[in-house]
Protein backbone atom coordinates (compact mmCIF):
# COMPACT_ATOMS: atom_id res chain seq x y z
CA UNK A 1 0.00 0.00 0.00
CA UNK A 2 1.33 3.19 -0.94
CA UNK A 3 1.87 5.25 2.57
CA UNK A 4 0.60 9.02 2.92
CA UNK A 5 3.16 11.32 1.51
CA UNK A 6 5.53 13.25 3.21
CA UNK A 7 6.06 11.09 6.34
CA UNK A 8 7.79 12.01 9.62
CA UNK A 9 10.21 9.48 9.83
CA UNK A 10 11.69 8.04 13.64
CA UNK A 11 14.98 7.26 13.24
CA UNK A 12 15.58 3.90 15.78
CA UNK A 13 18.26 3.69 17.90
CA UNK A 14 17.33 0.62 19.20
CA UNK A 15 14.83 2.56 21.86
CA UNK A 16 12.30 1.18 23.95
CA UNK A 17 9.95 3.63 22.83
CA UNK A 18 10.12 3.94 18.89
CA UNK A 19 6.94 2.75 17.99
CA UNK A 20 5.42 5.42 20.75
CA UNK A 21 7.41 8.18 19.62
CA UNK A 22 5.36 7.19 15.99
CA UNK A 23 2.09 6.92 17.78
CA UNK A 24 2.63 10.55 19.51
CA UNK A 25 3.29 12.00 16.24
CA UNK A 26 0.03 10.34 14.73
CA UNK A 27 -1.73 11.96 17.59
CA UNK A 28 -0.17 15.31 16.68
CA UNK A 29 -2.16 14.52 13.32
CA UNK A 30 1.03 14.05 11.40
CA UNK A 31 1.86 10.88 9.23
CA UNK A 32 4.67 8.94 11.13
CA UNK A 33 6.69 5.61 10.22
CA UNK A 34 9.63 4.36 11.81
CA UNK A 35 13.08 3.68 9.96
CA UNK A 36 15.88 1.67 11.24
CA UNK A 37 19.17 3.79 12.39
CA UNK A 38 20.86 1.44 9.73
CA UNK A 39 18.57 3.27 6.76
CA UNK A 40 21.51 5.41 4.47
CA UNK A 41 20.95 9.25 3.87
CA UNK A 42 20.27 8.32 0.91
CA UNK A 43 17.32 6.06 1.36
CA UNK A 44 15.78 8.23 4.24
CA UNK A 45 15.70 11.23 1.30
CA UNK A 46 13.87 8.93 -0.45
CA UNK A 47 10.93 8.88 1.23
CA UNK A 48 10.49 12.66 1.31
CA UNK A 49 10.50 13.15 5.05
CA UNK A 50 8.52 16.16 6.60
CA UNK A 51 10.78 16.27 9.25
CA UNK A 52 13.16 13.35 11.16
CA UNK A 53 13.00 12.40 14.54
CA UNK A 54 15.96 10.76 16.41
CA UNK A 55 14.81 8.74 18.98
CA UNK A 56 16.87 7.26 22.69
CA UNK A 57 18.99 4.31 22.23
CA UNK A 58 21.43 2.51 24.60
CA UNK A 59 24.87 3.42 23.17
CA UNK A 60 27.13 6.66 24.30
CA UNK A 61 27.22 8.67 21.38
CA UNK A 62 30.86 9.32 21.89
CA UNK A 63 32.08 5.74 21.93
CA UNK A 64 33.51 4.41 19.14
CA UNK A 65 31.44 1.90 17.00
CA UNK A 66 28.31 3.75 18.55
CA UNK A 67 25.55 3.79 15.96
CA UNK A 68 25.92 6.84 14.41
CA UNK A 69 24.58 9.62 12.29
CA UNK A 70 25.38 10.91 9.49
CA UNK A 71 26.42 14.22 9.70
CA UNK A 72 24.36 14.91 6.30
CA UNK A 73 21.21 14.23 7.67
CA UNK A 74 21.52 17.02 9.80
CA UNK A 75 21.99 19.40 6.74
CA UNK A 76 19.98 18.01 4.58
CA UNK A 77 17.69 20.96 5.24
CA UNK A 78 14.73 18.77 7.19
CA UNK A 79 13.45 19.43 9.99
CA UNK A 80 15.50 17.19 12.90
CA UNK A 81 14.38 16.56 16.27
CA UNK A 82 16.39 14.27 18.69
CA UNK A 83 15.46 12.35 21.62
CA UNK A 84 17.87 11.77 24.53
CA UNK A 85 20.41 9.54 22.41
CA UNK A 86 19.07 11.23 19.39
CA UNK A 87 19.79 14.32 21.40
CA UNK A 88 22.66 13.64 22.96
CA UNK A 89 23.32 12.78 18.30
CA UNK A 90 22.34 15.74 16.99
CA UNK A 91 24.62 18.20 19.24
CA UNK A 92 27.61 16.14 18.69
CA UNK A 93 26.74 16.79 14.77
CA UNK A 94 26.28 20.19 14.58
CA UNK A 95 29.53 21.10 17.27
CA UNK A 96 28.12 20.49 20.62
CA UNK A 97 29.67 18.13 23.26
CA UNK A 98 28.55 15.00 24.82
CA UNK A 99 30.32 13.58 28.13
CA UNK A 100 29.33 10.99 30.78
CA UNK A 101 28.82 14.04 33.46
CA UNK A 102 28.71 11.37 36.40
CA UNK A 103 24.99 12.60 36.72
CA UNK A 104 22.17 9.91 35.84
CA UNK A 105 18.72 10.91 36.19
CA UNK A 106 16.49 7.92 35.75
CA UNK A 107 12.60 8.48 35.86
CA UNK A 108 10.65 11.37 37.19
CA UNK A 109 12.89 14.89 37.22
CA UNK A 110 12.08 17.93 37.11
CA UNK A 111 13.45 20.86 34.00
CA UNK A 112 13.80 24.60 34.85
CA UNK A 113 12.76 27.14 31.78
CA UNK A 114 15.44 28.72 30.57
CA UNK A 115 15.10 31.86 28.12
CA UNK A 116 11.11 31.73 28.36
CA UNK A 117 11.33 28.48 27.41
CA UNK A 118 11.93 29.27 23.61
CA UNK A 119 9.25 27.54 21.22
CA UNK A 120 9.05 24.47 22.10
CA UNK A 121 8.02 25.31 26.14
CA UNK A 122 6.89 28.75 25.46
CA UNK A 123 4.76 29.32 28.70
CA UNK A 124 4.30 25.79 30.50
CA UNK A 125 5.13 26.14 33.63
CA UNK A 126 8.79 27.40 34.84
CA UNK A 127 9.55 24.42 36.65
CA UNK A 128 7.66 21.20 35.65
CA UNK A 129 8.11 17.43 35.76
CA UNK A 130 9.40 15.22 32.85
CA UNK A 131 10.97 11.59 32.39
CA UNK A 132 14.57 10.90 32.01
CA UNK A 133 16.47 8.07 31.62
CA UNK A 134 19.75 9.15 30.57
CA UNK A 135 23.74 8.75 31.74
CA UNK A 136 25.30 10.88 29.18
CA UNK A 137 24.64 14.67 28.92
CA UNK A 138 24.86 17.70 26.42
CA UNK A 139 27.40 19.78 28.08
CA UNK A 140 27.41 22.29 25.49
CA UNK A 141 24.80 23.04 22.81
CA UNK A 142 25.17 23.22 19.02
CA UNK A 143 26.50 26.36 17.39
CA UNK A 144 23.72 28.63 17.44
CA UNK A 145 21.38 26.77 20.00
CA UNK A 146 19.15 28.01 22.82
CA UNK A 147 19.27 25.89 25.99
CA UNK A 148 15.69 26.25 27.05
CA UNK A 149 15.67 24.20 30.12
CA UNK A 150 18.30 22.65 32.70
CA UNK A 151 17.73 20.13 35.06
CA UNK A 152 20.28 18.97 38.13
CA UNK A 153 21.84 16.12 35.83
CA UNK A 154 21.77 18.09 32.76
CA UNK A 155 23.20 21.26 32.25
CA UNK A 156 21.71 21.04 28.87
CA UNK A 157 18.16 19.58 29.21
CA UNK A 158 16.68 21.21 26.21
CA UNK A 159 17.80 23.08 23.27
CA UNK A 160 16.29 24.39 20.13
CA UNK A 161 17.42 26.73 16.84
CA UNK A 162 13.88 27.13 15.28
CA UNK A 163 15.57 29.40 12.12
CA UNK A 164 17.49 26.24 11.18
CA UNK A 165 14.32 23.95 12.32
CA UNK A 166 16.49 21.47 14.53
CA UNK A 167 15.26 20.91 18.78
CA UNK A 168 15.86 18.66 21.08
CA UNK A 169 15.29 17.50 24.61
CA UNK A 170 17.18 15.31 26.82
CA UNK A 171 13.66 13.66 28.60
CA UNK A 172 11.23 11.74 26.76
CA UNK A 173 8.25 13.18 25.61
CA UNK A 174 6.80 10.55 23.98
CA UNK A 175 5.77 9.34 27.92
CA UNK A 176 2.87 9.86 29.77
CA UNK A 177 4.68 10.96 32.67
CA UNK A 178 6.20 13.71 30.62
CA UNK A 179 2.76 15.96 31.04
CA UNK A 180 3.99 18.91 28.89
CA UNK A 181 5.51 16.02 26.32
CA UNK A 182 2.60 15.94 23.51
CA UNK A 183 2.07 19.34 23.70
CA UNK A 184 5.94 20.10 23.14
CA UNK A 185 6.24 17.53 20.12
CA UNK A 186 3.12 18.69 18.66
CA UNK A 187 5.57 22.46 18.76
CA UNK A 188 8.36 21.27 17.15
CA UNK A 189 6.18 19.80 14.47
CA UNK A 190 3.52 22.45 13.52
CA UNK A 191 5.66 25.72 14.87
CA UNK A 192 9.14 24.83 14.30
CA UNK A 193 9.13 22.47 11.34
CA UNK A 194 5.58 24.23 9.88
CA UNK A 195 3.65 20.50 9.27
CA UNK A 196 0.00 20.69 8.92
CA UNK A 197 -2.12 18.74 10.93
CA UNK A 198 -3.30 16.80 8.05
CA UNK A 199 -3.44 12.60 9.37
CA UNK A 200 -7.02 12.51 10.52
CA UNK A 201 -9.81 9.41 10.46
CA UNK A 202 -11.71 11.37 7.45
CA UNK A 203 -8.54 11.64 5.37
CA UNK A 204 -6.87 7.74 5.95
CA UNK A 205 -10.09 6.71 5.02
CA UNK A 206 -10.44 8.20 1.46
CA UNK A 207 -6.70 7.99 0.84
CA UNK A 208 -6.89 4.10 1.49
CA UNK A 209 -10.10 3.77 -0.51
CA UNK A 210 -8.30 5.67 -3.42
CA UNK A 211 -5.43 3.66 -3.02
CA UNK A 212 -7.48 0.21 -2.89
CA UNK A 213 -9.06 1.29 -6.04
CA UNK A 214 -5.54 2.01 -7.85
CA UNK A 215 -4.14 -1.57 -6.66
CA UNK A 216 -7.35 -3.63 -8.03
CA UNK A 217 -8.66 -1.72 -10.60
CA UNK A 218 -12.19 -3.57 -12.09
CA UNK A 219 -11.06 -6.69 -10.80
CA UNK A 220 -12.29 -8.65 -7.64
CA UNK A 221 -10.98 -9.78 -4.09
CA UNK A 222 -11.49 -12.74 -1.58
CA UNK A 223 -11.27 -11.46 2.02
CA UNK A 224 -10.16 -13.37 5.28
CA UNK A 225 -13.18 -12.63 7.44
CA UNK A 226 -12.69 -13.27 11.39
CA UNK A 227 -14.99 -11.79 13.06
CA UNK A 228 -12.37 -9.62 14.82
CA UNK A 229 -12.22 -5.67 14.20
CA UNK A 230 -9.37 -5.55 12.20
CA UNK A 231 -10.58 -7.62 9.28
CA UNK A 232 -14.11 -6.06 9.63
CA UNK A 233 -12.64 -2.57 9.39
CA UNK A 234 -10.51 -4.22 6.35
CA UNK A 235 -13.45 -5.58 4.72
CA UNK A 236 -15.53 -2.44 5.41
CA UNK A 237 -13.07 -0.30 3.37
CA UNK A 238 -12.35 -2.36 0.54
CA UNK A 239 -16.37 -2.45 0.14
CA UNK A 240 -16.49 0.60 -0.11
CA UNK A 241 -13.81 0.60 -2.64
CA UNK A 242 -14.67 -2.24 -5.42
CA UNK A 243 -18.46 -2.85 -4.17
CA UNK A 244 -19.89 -6.46 -4.96
CA UNK A 245 -16.65 -7.42 -6.36
CA UNK A 246 -15.89 -8.47 -3.00
CA UNK A 247 -16.23 -11.24 -1.32
CA UNK A 248 -15.40 -12.59 1.95
CA UNK A 249 -14.38 -15.85 3.52
CA UNK A 250 -14.82 -17.09 6.93
CA UNK A 251 -12.57 -20.49 8.08
CA UNK A 252 -13.51 -22.58 10.62
CA UNK A 253 -10.61 -23.99 11.54
CA UNK A 254 -11.97 -25.56 14.45
CA UNK A 255 -9.70 -23.33 16.95
CA UNK A 256 -12.72 -20.87 17.17
CA UNK A 257 -14.22 -20.01 20.20
CA UNK A 258 -17.84 -21.15 21.26
CA UNK A 259 -20.66 -19.76 19.37
CA UNK A 260 -18.18 -17.61 17.31
CA UNK A 261 -19.08 -18.97 13.32
CA UNK A 262 -23.29 -18.07 14.02
CA UNK A 263 -21.67 -14.71 15.58
CA UNK A 264 -19.86 -14.19 12.39
CA UNK A 265 -22.47 -15.03 9.60
CA UNK A 266 -25.05 -13.50 11.57
CA UNK A 267 -23.88 -10.18 12.78
CA UNK A 268 -21.14 -8.74 10.19
CA UNK A 269 -23.52 -10.00 7.29
CA UNK A 270 -26.22 -7.79 8.95
CA UNK A 271 -23.99 -4.96 9.81
CA UNK A 272 -22.53 -4.66 6.44
CA UNK A 273 -24.59 -6.67 3.85
CA UNK A 274 -21.51 -7.86 2.22
CA UNK A 275 -21.28 -11.22 0.39
CA UNK A 276 -19.70 -13.94 2.65
CA UNK A 277 -18.99 -17.38 2.19
CA UNK A 278 -18.33 -19.90 5.20
CA UNK A 279 -15.79 -22.74 5.02
CA UNK A 280 -15.35 -25.67 6.87
CA UNK A 281 -11.78 -26.40 7.08
CA UNK A 282 -12.29 -28.23 10.63
CA UNK A 283 -10.60 -31.34 9.94
CA UNK A 284 -8.05 -30.08 7.92
CA UNK A 285 -6.19 -27.43 10.67
CA UNK A 286 -6.72 -30.43 13.09
CA UNK A 287 -4.48 -32.86 10.64
CA UNK A 288 -2.39 -30.81 9.58
CA UNK A 289 -1.77 -29.89 13.55
CA UNK A 290 -1.13 -33.08 14.74
CA UNK A 291 2.13 -33.87 16.56
CA UNK A 292 3.23 -29.96 16.63
CA UNK A 293 3.82 -28.31 19.93
CA UNK A 294 6.47 -25.91 19.04
CA UNK A 295 4.79 -22.16 18.50
CA UNK A 296 6.11 -21.20 15.76
CA UNK A 297 5.88 -24.16 13.79
CA UNK A 298 2.17 -24.18 14.38
CA UNK A 299 1.87 -20.54 13.55
CA UNK A 300 3.27 -21.55 10.18
CA UNK A 301 1.00 -24.22 9.64
CA UNK A 302 -2.03 -22.17 10.03
CA UNK A 303 -0.87 -19.48 8.17
CA UNK A 304 -0.44 -21.89 5.16
CA UNK A 305 -3.47 -23.85 5.78
CA UNK A 306 -5.38 -19.70 5.49
CA UNK A 307 -3.90 -19.56 2.33
CA UNK A 308 -4.89 -22.82 0.99
CA UNK A 309 -8.78 -22.70 2.41
CA UNK A 310 -8.42 -19.46 0.27
CA UNK A 311 -6.79 -20.58 -2.52
CA UNK A 312 -9.76 -23.28 -2.45
CA UNK A 313 -12.23 -20.78 -2.09
CA UNK A 314 -11.13 -18.88 -5.25
CA UNK A 315 -11.53 -21.92 -7.22
CA UNK A 316 -14.96 -21.93 -6.25
CA UNK A 317 -15.57 -18.36 -7.40
CA UNK A 318 -13.82 -19.15 -10.70
CA UNK A 319 -17.59 -18.95 -12.25
CA UNK A 320 -18.04 -15.51 -11.30
CA UNK A 321 -14.58 -14.15 -11.85
CA UNK A 322 -11.22 -13.90 -11.14
CA UNK A 323 -10.35 -13.63 -7.77
CA UNK A 324 -6.71 -12.54 -7.84
CA UNK A 325 -6.39 -10.28 -4.34
CA UNK A 326 -6.74 -11.42 -1.11
CA UNK A 327 -7.53 -8.67 1.60
CA UNK A 328 -6.11 -8.87 5.08
CA UNK A 329 -6.74 -7.04 8.61
CA UNK A 330 -2.77 -6.52 8.97
CA UNK A 331 -2.40 -4.03 10.98
CA UNK A 332 1.22 -2.75 11.92
CA UNK A 333 1.86 -3.78 15.48
CA UNK A 334 1.39 -7.52 12.95
CA UNK A 335 4.38 -6.72 10.84
CA UNK A 336 6.65 -5.40 13.58
CA UNK A 337 6.36 -8.35 15.89
CA UNK A 338 6.73 -10.55 12.65
CA UNK A 339 9.88 -8.93 12.13
CA UNK A 340 9.28 -7.19 9.62
CA UNK A 341 9.48 -3.45 10.57
CA UNK A 342 12.51 -2.05 11.11
CA UNK A 343 14.96 -4.52 12.39
CA UNK A 344 13.13 -5.41 14.97
CA UNK A 345 13.51 -8.88 16.12
CA UNK A 346 10.58 -11.47 15.68
CA UNK A 347 9.01 -11.89 18.95
CA UNK A 348 6.18 -14.46 16.78
CA UNK A 349 5.20 -15.12 13.59
CA UNK A 350 1.78 -13.57 12.86
CA UNK A 351 -0.04 -16.05 10.86
CA UNK A 352 -1.04 -13.58 8.68
CA UNK A 353 2.22 -11.90 7.77
CA UNK A 354 5.39 -13.84 9.04
CA UNK A 355 3.35 -17.24 8.43
CA UNK A 356 2.73 -16.50 4.56
CA UNK A 357 3.60 -19.57 2.16
CA UNK A 358 6.54 -18.70 0.40
CA UNK A 359 4.19 -19.68 -2.78
CA UNK A 360 1.70 -17.64 -2.22
CA UNK A 361 -0.04 -16.67 -5.47
CA UNK A 362 -2.47 -13.66 -4.16
CA UNK A 363 -1.76 -10.36 -4.25
CA UNK A 364 -2.05 -9.12 -1.12
CA UNK A 365 -4.44 -5.79 -0.26
CA UNK A 366 -3.53 -4.72 3.32
CA UNK A 367 -5.49 -1.16 3.86
CA UNK A 368 -4.43 -0.92 7.85
CA UNK A 369 -1.17 -2.19 7.63
CA UNK A 370 0.30 1.18 8.19
CA UNK A 371 -2.43 1.71 11.51
CA UNK A 372 -2.43 0.55 15.23
CA UNK A 373 -5.30 -0.52 16.75
CA UNK A 374 -6.65 2.17 18.09
CA UNK A 375 -6.72 4.17 14.90
CA UNK A 376 -8.56 1.32 12.93
CA UNK A 377 -11.52 1.32 15.90
CA UNK A 378 -11.75 4.96 14.77
CA UNK A 379 -11.67 4.32 10.50
CA UNK A 380 -14.23 1.58 11.68
CA UNK A 381 -16.49 3.60 13.04
CA UNK A 382 -15.91 6.19 10.65
CA UNK A 383 -17.06 3.56 8.19
CA UNK A 384 -20.33 3.55 9.90
CA UNK A 385 -19.84 -0.17 11.69
CA UNK A 386 -21.54 -0.57 14.83
CA UNK A 387 -19.55 -0.03 18.39
CA UNK A 388 -20.74 -3.96 18.79
CA UNK A 389 -18.16 -4.66 16.03
CA UNK A 390 -15.49 -2.27 16.47
CA UNK A 391 -14.99 -2.28 19.86
CA UNK A 392 -14.76 -6.00 19.89
CA UNK A 393 -11.51 -7.51 22.20
CA UNK A 394 -9.39 -9.28 19.76
CA UNK A 395 -9.07 -13.00 18.94
CA UNK A 396 -5.90 -13.91 17.29
CA UNK A 397 -6.02 -15.71 13.62
CA UNK A 398 -4.20 -18.87 15.41
CA UNK A 399 -6.98 -19.02 17.44
CA UNK A 400 -7.00 -21.54 20.41
CA UNK A 401 -4.03 -23.41 18.45
CA UNK A 402 -1.77 -21.23 20.06
CA UNK A 403 -3.68 -21.13 23.70
CA UNK A 404 -2.78 -24.84 24.13
CA UNK A 405 0.37 -25.42 25.46
CA UNK A 406 1.17 -28.28 23.40
CA UNK A 407 -0.36 -30.40 21.16
CA UNK A 408 -3.28 -29.50 19.84
CA UNK A 409 -6.08 -32.21 20.00
CA UNK A 410 -9.86 -32.36 19.47
CA UNK A 411 -10.08 -33.27 22.84
CA UNK A 412 -7.75 -30.25 24.22
CA UNK A 413 -10.16 -27.96 21.85
CA UNK A 414 -13.39 -28.98 23.68
CA UNK A 415 -12.01 -28.54 27.34
CA UNK A 416 -10.13 -24.86 26.73
CA UNK A 417 -13.66 -23.79 24.73
CA UNK A 418 -15.70 -24.99 27.84
CA UNK A 419 -12.90 -22.99 30.13
CA UNK A 420 -12.97 -19.94 27.95
CA UNK A 421 -16.72 -19.80 27.35
CA UNK A 422 -17.03 -19.40 31.52
CA UNK A 423 -14.47 -16.69 31.58
CA UNK A 424 -16.18 -14.72 28.72
CA UNK A 425 -19.35 -15.28 30.31
CA UNK A 426 -18.19 -13.71 33.68
CA UNK A 427 -16.11 -11.38 32.55
CA UNK A 428 -19.25 -9.38 30.50
CA UNK A 429 -22.07 -10.19 33.04
CA UNK A 430 -19.27 -8.09 35.89
CA UNK A 431 -19.46 -5.45 33.38
CA UNK A 432 -15.97 -5.46 32.43
CA UNK A 433 -16.06 -6.17 28.55
CA UNK A 434 -14.46 -2.30 28.00
CA UNK A 435 -12.21 -2.49 30.94
CA UNK A 436 -9.87 -5.18 29.48
CA UNK A 437 -8.16 -5.50 26.14
CA UNK A 438 -9.04 -8.93 26.02
CA UNK A 439 -8.21 -11.88 28.23
CA UNK A 440 -6.89 -15.45 26.73
CA UNK A 441 -7.46 -18.45 28.65
CA UNK A 442 -4.47 -20.62 28.04
CA UNK A 443 -4.57 -24.61 28.92
CA UNK A 444 -1.22 -26.02 29.59
CA UNK A 445 -1.87 -29.32 28.08
CA UNK A 446 0.82 -30.59 28.72
CA UNK A 447 1.27 -29.94 32.43
CA UNK A 448 -0.35 -31.66 35.00
CA UNK A 449 -1.42 -31.06 38.39
CA UNK A 450 -2.74 -33.23 41.38
CA UNK A 451 -6.29 -31.80 43.00
CA UNK A 452 -8.94 -33.23 45.53
CA UNK A 453 -12.15 -33.47 44.31
CA UNK A 454 -15.23 -34.94 45.66
CA UNK A 455 -12.55 -36.42 48.46
CA UNK A 456 -10.84 -38.11 45.79
CA UNK A 457 -7.84 -37.36 44.35
CA UNK A 458 -7.31 -35.82 40.12
CA UNK A 459 -4.79 -35.40 38.13
CA UNK A 460 -5.77 -32.85 35.72
CA UNK A 461 -4.02 -29.82 33.95
CA UNK A 462 -4.01 -25.87 34.97
CA UNK A 463 -5.83 -23.28 32.89
CA UNK A 464 -4.42 -19.85 33.07
CA UNK A 465 -6.20 -17.00 32.91
CA UNK A 466 -4.48 -13.81 31.20
CA UNK A 467 -6.73 -10.72 31.35
CA UNK A 468 -4.42 -7.63 30.00
CA UNK A 469 -5.12 -3.75 29.42
CA UNK A 470 -3.28 -2.46 26.46
CA UNK A 471 -4.03 0.80 23.51
CA UNK A 472 -2.67 -0.56 20.97
CA UNK A 473 -1.21 -4.14 22.17
CA UNK A 474 2.50 -3.16 21.88
CA UNK A 475 2.69 -2.81 25.34
CA UNK A 476 0.27 -4.17 27.70
CA UNK A 477 -0.09 -4.34 31.71
CA UNK A 478 -2.18 -7.33 33.39
CA UNK A 479 -5.51 -5.77 34.73
CA UNK A 480 -6.81 -6.18 38.33
CA UNK A 481 -9.69 -8.01 38.32
CA UNK A 482 -11.93 -8.06 41.25
CA UNK A 483 -11.34 -10.84 43.60
CA UNK A 484 -14.81 -12.00 43.55
CA UNK A 485 -15.14 -12.44 39.61
CA UNK A 486 -11.93 -14.18 39.62
CA UNK A 487 -13.54 -16.44 42.73
CA UNK A 488 -16.71 -16.76 40.48
CA UNK A 489 -14.67 -18.15 37.26
CA UNK A 490 -12.15 -20.66 38.94
CA UNK A 491 -14.79 -21.68 40.68
CA UNK A 492 -17.30 -22.38 37.77
CA UNK A 493 -14.42 -23.39 35.73
CA UNK A 494 -12.98 -26.19 38.39
CA UNK A 495 -16.64 -27.22 38.58
CA UNK A 496 -17.49 -27.76 34.53
CA UNK A 497 -14.26 -28.57 32.88
CA UNK A 498 -13.83 -32.04 33.86
CA UNK A 499 -10.14 -32.13 32.94
CA UNK A 500 -9.19 -28.81 34.71
CA UNK A 501 -8.01 -28.15 38.44
CA UNK A 502 -6.65 -25.66 38.71
CA UNK A 503 -7.19 -21.96 37.78
CA UNK A 504 -4.17 -19.44 37.52
CA UNK A 505 -3.68 -15.57 37.53
CA UNK A 506 -1.24 -14.47 34.75
CA UNK A 507 0.80 -11.54 36.43
CA UNK A 508 3.17 -10.16 33.99
CA UNK A 509 2.96 -7.03 32.22
CA UNK A 510 3.93 -7.14 28.23
CA UNK A 511 7.40 -6.34 27.82
CA UNK A 512 8.45 -9.17 29.87
CA UNK A 513 5.55 -11.50 28.55
CA UNK A 514 3.82 -11.25 25.51
CA UNK A 515 0.02 -11.14 25.64
CA UNK A 516 -0.57 -14.87 23.94
CA UNK A 517 1.23 -17.12 25.51
CA UNK A 518 2.71 -18.85 22.11
N1 LIG B 1 -11.18 -17.48 10.92
C1 LIG B 1 -10.71 -16.68 9.96
N2 LIG B 1 -11.22 -16.73 8.70
C2 LIG B 1 -10.75 -15.91 7.74
N3 LIG B 1 -9.76 -15.03 7.91
C3 LIG B 1 -9.20 -14.94 9.13
C4 LIG B 1 -9.64 -15.74 10.22
N4 LIG B 1 -8.91 -15.41 11.30
C5 LIG B 1 -8.04 -14.45 10.92
N5 LIG B 1 -8.21 -14.16 9.61
C6 LIG B 1 -7.45 -13.17 8.81
O1 LIG B 1 -6.24 -12.84 9.47
C7 LIG B 1 -6.19 -11.44 9.77
C8 LIG B 1 -5.47 -11.18 11.07
O2 LIG B 1 -6.20 -11.71 12.17
P1 LIG B 1 -6.37 -10.85 13.47
O3 LIG B 1 -6.94 -11.70 14.53
O4 LIG B 1 -5.11 -10.10 13.70
O5 LIG B 1 -7.41 -9.75 13.03
P2 LIG B 1 -8.95 -9.71 13.23
O6 LIG B 1 -9.45 -11.03 13.66
O7 LIG B 1 -9.55 -9.17 12.00
O8 LIG B 1 -9.12 -8.64 14.35
P3 LIG B 1 -8.88 -8.82 15.90
O9 LIG B 1 -7.42 -8.47 16.09
O10 LIG B 1 -9.80 -7.84 16.48
O11 LIG B 1 -9.15 -10.22 16.28
C9 LIG B 1 -7.63 -11.02 9.79
O12 LIG B 1 -7.76 -9.64 9.61
C10 LIG B 1 -8.21 -11.87 8.68
O13 LIG B 1 -7.92 -11.29 7.44
O1 LIG C 1 -4.20 -12.41 13.99
C1 LIG C 1 -3.32 -12.67 14.77
N1 LIG C 1 -2.45 -13.59 14.38
C2 LIG C 1 -1.48 -14.02 15.15
O2 LIG C 1 -0.71 -14.89 14.72
C3 LIG C 1 -1.41 -13.42 16.45
N2 LIG C 1 -0.58 -13.59 17.49
C4 LIG C 1 -1.01 -12.74 18.48
N3 LIG C 1 -2.06 -12.05 18.08
C5 LIG C 1 -2.78 -10.99 18.79
O3 LIG C 1 -1.93 -9.85 18.70
C6 LIG C 1 -1.92 -9.12 19.93
C7 LIG C 1 -0.52 -9.09 20.50
O4 LIG C 1 -0.22 -10.39 20.93
P1 LIG C 1 1.16 -10.85 21.53
O5 LIG C 1 1.49 -9.90 22.65
O6 LIG C 1 0.94 -12.22 22.01
O7 LIG C 1 2.14 -10.76 20.42
C8 LIG C 1 -2.91 -9.83 20.83
O8 LIG C 1 -4.14 -9.16 20.68
C9 LIG C 1 -2.96 -11.24 20.28
O9 LIG C 1 -4.19 -11.89 20.54
C10 LIG C 1 -2.32 -12.45 16.83
N4 LIG C 1 -3.27 -12.07 15.97
N1 LIG D 1 17.45 6.73 26.79
C1 LIG D 1 18.54 7.08 26.07
O1 LIG D 1 18.45 7.42 24.91
C2 LIG D 1 19.87 6.94 26.76
C3 LIG D 1 21.00 7.58 26.00
C4 LIG D 1 22.37 7.18 26.54
N2 LIG D 1 22.53 5.75 26.41
C5 LIG D 1 22.49 7.59 28.00
O2 LIG D 1 22.53 6.78 28.88
O3 LIG D 1 22.56 8.79 28.27
MG1 LIG E 1 -8.80 -11.97 15.19
Given at each position: MPGPSRPVLV??????YAQLIARRVREAQVYSEVVPHTATVDEIMAKDPAAIILSGGPASAYSPGAPGMDPALAKAGVPVFGICYGFHLLAQALGGTVEATGAREYGRTEINLLADGGVLHRELPARHQVWMSHGDSVTKAPDGAVVTATSAGAPVAAYENPAERYAGVQYHPEVLHSPHGQEVLRRFLH??????????TASIVDEQVGAVREQIGDGRAICGLSGGVDSAVAAALVQRAIGDRLTCVFVDHGLLRAGERAQVERDFVAATGVNLVTVDARERFLDALAGVSDPEEKRKIIGREFIRVFEGAERDLKAQGDYRFLVQGTLYPDIVESGGGTGASTIKSHHNVGG??????FELVEPLRLLFKDEVRRVGLELGLPETIVHRQPFPGPGLGIRIIGEVTAGRLETLRAADAIAREELTAAGLDRDIWQCPVVLLADVRSVGVQGDGRTYGHPVVLRPVSSEDAMTADWTRLPYDVLERISTRITNEVAEVNRVVLDVTSKPPGTIEWE
Amino acid sequence: MPGPSRPVLVVDFGAQYAQLIARRVREAQVYSEVVPHTATVDEIMAKDPAAIILSGGPASAYSPGAPGMDPALAKAGVPVFGICYGFHLLAQALGGTVEATGAREYGRTEINLLADGGVLHRELPARHQVWMSHGDSVTKAPDGAVVTATSAGAPVAAYENPAERYAGVQYHPEVLHSPHGQEVLRRFLHEIAGIRPQWTTASIVDEQVGAVREQIGDGRAICGLSGGVDSAVAAALVQRAIGDRLTCVFVDHGLLRAGERAQVERDFVAATGVNLVTVDARERFLDALAGVSDPEEKRKIIGREFIRVFEGAERDLKAQGDYRFLVQGTLYPDIVESGGGTGASTIKSHHNVGGLPEDLRFELVEPLRLLFKDEVRRVGLELGLPETIVHRQPFPGPGLGIRIIGEVTAGRLETLRAADAIAREELTAAGLDRDIWQCPVVLLADVRSVGVQGDGRTYGHPVVLRPVSSEDAMTADWTRLPYDVLERISTRITNEVAEVNRVVLDVTSKPPGTIEWE
